[in-house]
């Protein structure tokens, strides 16, 4: 894959060597985050599934997707490596879909697939907690987009870029939670439901992004943000730029809720509203 990318000069040769090396730091890093969490639901110990006291716990069927997404991007090849490295990384990144669609539709159906306590019981965060072992909302969604996101990226140059997408939203998803950790916005953690991303989810799922955006870096966004020209620096800066104002934004809007001049649900429109003005 590496060798298909051209490169006028050594720095750029460095970049890409460096890239596939960062690549499998990610996929390590997820996969030993899921085993760690499961793990700690088998002997029960609170500090393996959260990486803060009273902090959202990563729930059991979060940590079995996440071991599987981490586990496929260690393996992935293109299609001319391997057939059993293929095979495992589509039944892999299936597995991380599927439990992630199920997840959805028990959310839009307001039912119980019996899913969400498959594998070990989780006793309820409080009374009104009426589902216990289920993954958050907007976890469900980041997983079922990077499970997407595996199975296409070996796919056509189109399917590659699209795959490309799906992880650009997921990991999305991941940063907007830990805006809402650093800055205390209640809004950013969870996704129009009580449940809240964890805080190893989150980092998860951003490290799971960009393992899987570094999977064809010749094609689509990635392409064009390892390119030394003009455009490729743009996007590099832009990128940056971005990143700085929206933790900005986050701390300003988590400030003036603290100082009580707007309620908690003010803090979401307030953050879309500035970060456009902003752009």
Same mark, same amino acid.
């Given at each position: 894959l590496f060798q298909k990318i051209t490169m006028k000069n050594d720095s750029g040769k460095l970049l890409v060597k460096r890239l596939k090396i960062a690549r499998l730091t990610a996929g390590a890093l997820v996969f030993a985050i899921g085993a760690l969490v499961l793990m700690g639901w088998l002997?029960?110990?609170? *500090?393996?599934?959260? %990486? =803060?006291?009273? +902090? !959202?716990?990563?729930?059991?069927?979060? *940590?079995?997707?996440? %071991? =599987?997404?981490? +586990? !496929?991007?260690?393996?992935?090849?293109?299609?001319?490596?391997?057939?059993w490295r293929g095979l495992a990384t589509k039944i892999c990144a299936g597995m991380v879909s599927m439990i992630g669609l199920l997840t959805l539709g028990q959310y839009l159906a307001g039912a119980d697939f019996g899913i969400d306590e498959f594998l070990f019981r989780d006793a309820p965060l409080s009374s009104a907690d009426s589902l216990p072992g289920r993954m958050a909302l907007n976890t469900a969604l980041g997983l079922t987009l990077c499970g997407a996101a595996l199975m296409l990226s070996r796919g056509s140059r189109r399917q590659a870029q699209l795959s490309q997408g799906f992880a650009l939203i997921a990991g999305l998803t991941g940063f907007?939670?830990?805006i809402g950790y650093f800055h205390s916005l209640s809004r950013f953690i969870s996704l129009a439901s009580d449940k809240n991303m964890s805080l190893n989810t989150a980092v998860s799922i951003l490290a799971l992004a960009f393992g899987i955006l570094s999977l064809r870096p010749e094609i689509g966004v990635m392409r064009l943000a390892l390119s030394e020209g003009l455009a490729g620096t743009a996007l590099r800066r832009l990128f940056t730029l971005m990143v700085a104002v929206m933790v900005s934004l986050g701390w300003l809007i988590g400030r003036g809720r603290m100082a009580g001049l707007y309620g908690p649900e003010w803090e979401a429109p307030l953050f879309v509203v500035a970060g456009v003005i902003a752009m």
């Open positions: 002997l029960d110990v609170t *500090a393996l599934k959260s %990486l =803060l006291p009273n +902090l !959202a716990e990563m729930k059991a069927n979060s *940590a079995v997707c996440f %071991l =599987l997404a981490g +586990l !496929a991007v260690l393996m992935w090849q293109e299609k001319d490596g391997a057939d907007i939670t830990l």
